[in-house]
């Protein structure tokens, strides 16, 4: 569905940015900043894109009068591109390698990375720090008028990319294998690395059909047979069983649109429905989905522990974007104000039931935390490297389009800015280099842990903040749990919206 929302927030919000002027100043960054390296190659590969944008009054506008126009500056801090997540047999206990290559996640982690120096520049009393004491010892928090715009190239994966079609969308339609309609849950819903003659189509009278719209952009003829998300898909064990989500928000995507037209189909989303959760019907057209759910990446084959991108999207909404380790240093949490999503098949309602509704009615949250009430755009700028973009300008080329293999990450930071990987390592790594501290990406568990202990190690003890004072903490493990109050509101968040929520053991979590 393409829509260009109405724009929310605030009176002051709305003078000091737009959708077109986030997703343009992304998109020129990842032309002018980020080098060929991970990059999709030309007409046969595509990727994704997501990044931060920091946005801050000028100086002497912070405290203008209501009727001045605000005059703003916006800069990028993070970014991250990829499609990929590895499968849980690839996944290691020592931290050091990335289970989670999906651009939206590449760019949060960037983006700590970047609050990490930010804390080192505040510690170091220097002035340019987006950080300024707090009221309480050891903690810092936000420096006034500052805040942060998430953006990405397209709609977030699992839930958030099931968005109703409606009959007057005429578009081209893929059948399905009849294998796939009688099992959904055992083969892939879109596979894009299948290939063409093992797709197994039945015949275009075939009841069954899986619909999808094309991209805007794209010329007439040119058919979306995979799913929205883009990804692969691996066979997932049926489970079905109660789910923490509200009645009202278990449905599919029925009956009519506001616009009083008829809803006849839905964008499929590859992710699966966790264990505890109710699970999809599967039947064709627009019941094919249940809404409101959490949802685990598809993998090939082997299936992964990765939560949806619309999960950990919602997730941050409520428990912030610094994470456990931070929060030891934050007086609280760091949310996004909004969000904004490029050109892409794209539903408000979806986007707004995704990120926020599912969690509407968590309460009991330690002092600071809350359900925020982000706001959520759409731009009309297209990635010129998204799957659509690629497949519109390459035309009648041979071979066929395939998701690059390897995610960028980009931080605002003096050392290293950039890490290219490829299966969770960095690029080009060997299997007999695995173990050394080269192969490890920047924005790696270990190696973020390593930067926040290089933090603590700038700061004289008896300025850290109480809880880090209490015990001796040596693990990751044990220094995430010590953060009291970002774990109580995440037990808070599970108890009362995401009870199915897949977490590690604590064993992926005992490094030093």
Request: aromatic letters at 6%; proline letters at 7%; one cysteine or more.
């Amino acid at each position: 569905m393409w829509e260009t929302p109405t724009l929310l927030g605030s009176a002051l919000t709305q003078t000091m940015w737009t959708a077109d002027e986030i997703a343009r100043l992304c998109y020129e960054h990842y032309q002018t900043r980020l080098p060929k390296q991970g990059k999709p190659e030309p007409n046969r590969e595509w990727t994704l894109l997501a990044a931060v944008v920091k946005i801050q009054p000028a100086i002497d506008q912070a405290c203008g009068g209501a009727n001045k126009p605000v005059q703003v500056t916006k800069e990028v801090v993070s970014m991250g591109t990829g499609t990929k997540c590895i499968g849980q047999s690839k996944m290691r206990k020592s931290g050091d390698i990335l289970n989670d290559s999906h651009a939206e996640v590449i760019a949060r982690r960037s983006f700590q990375r970047y609050l990490l120096h930010q804390l080192h520049l505040a510690a170091a009393l220097k002035e340019n720090s987006i950080f300024v004491p707090g009221t309480q010892r050891g903690l810092w928090k936000l420096r006034q008028g500052i805040l942060f715009v998430f953006f990405s190239s397209h709609t977030p994966c699992g839930d958030a990319s099931i968005i109703p079609m409606l009959e007057f969308e005429d578009q081209p339609c893929c059948p399905v294998s009849r294998r796939w309609a009688s099992k959904p849950s055992e083969e892939a819903s879109g596979n894009p690395e299948t290939p063409e003659d093992e797709k197994n189509y039945e015949d275009l009278g075939s009841p069954v059909t899986k619909k999808m719209r094309l991209e805007p952009g794209i010329p007439d003829g040119v058919a979306h047979c995979q799913s929205l998300d883009n990804q692969e898909s691996g066979p997932v064990p049926p489970t079905v069983s109660s789910s923490d989500v509200p009645t009202q928000e278990l449905a599919t995507v029925t009956g009519r649109a506001p616009s009083g037209a008829k809803v006849v189909d839905v964008y499929r989303t590859g992710a699966k429905c966790v264990p505890g959760e109710a699970g999809d019907s599967g039947k064709p057209g627009a019941a094919y989905h249940q809404v409101g759910l959490l949802r685990v990446k598809p993998g090939r084959g082997d299936r992964t522990r990765s939560m949806s991108c619309s999960d950990k999207l919602a997730r941050w909404n409520v428990l912030g974007c610094q994470g456990a380790l931070l929060m030891h240093l934050l007086e609280e949490p760091l949310y996004l104000s909004a969000v904004v999503i490029g050109r892409c098949p794209y539903s408000q309602e979806a986007m707004r039931r995704a990120l926020t509704g599912r969690c509407q009615n968590v309460s009991a949250l330690p002092k600071g935390f809350g359900v925020q009430e982000v706001t959520i755009q759409q731009s009309g700028l297209l990635f010129e490297q998204s799957r659509g973009a690629v497949q519109a300008k390459r035309a009648d080329s041979p071979g066929r389009l395939v998701p690059c293999g390897a995610a960028i990450s980009w931080s605002a930071v003096p050392e290293q800015p950039l890490d290219v990987t490829a299966n969770g390592f960095p690029q080009g790594t060997t299997r007999k280099a695995i173990r050394c501290l080269q192969a490890r990406s920047q924005i790696s568990k270990v190696e973020l842990f390593r930067s926040f202990q290089k933090l603590l190690s700038s700061i004289s003890e008896d300025k850290w903040p109480d809880s880090l004072r209490a015990q001796k903490l040596e693990t990751y493990h044990e220094y995430k749990e010590a953060a009291s109050t970002y774990q109580e509101a995440w037990s808070a968040l599970r108890k009362q919206a995401f009870g199915s929520w897949i977490r590690n053991p604590p064993d992926y979590h005992q490094f030093k």
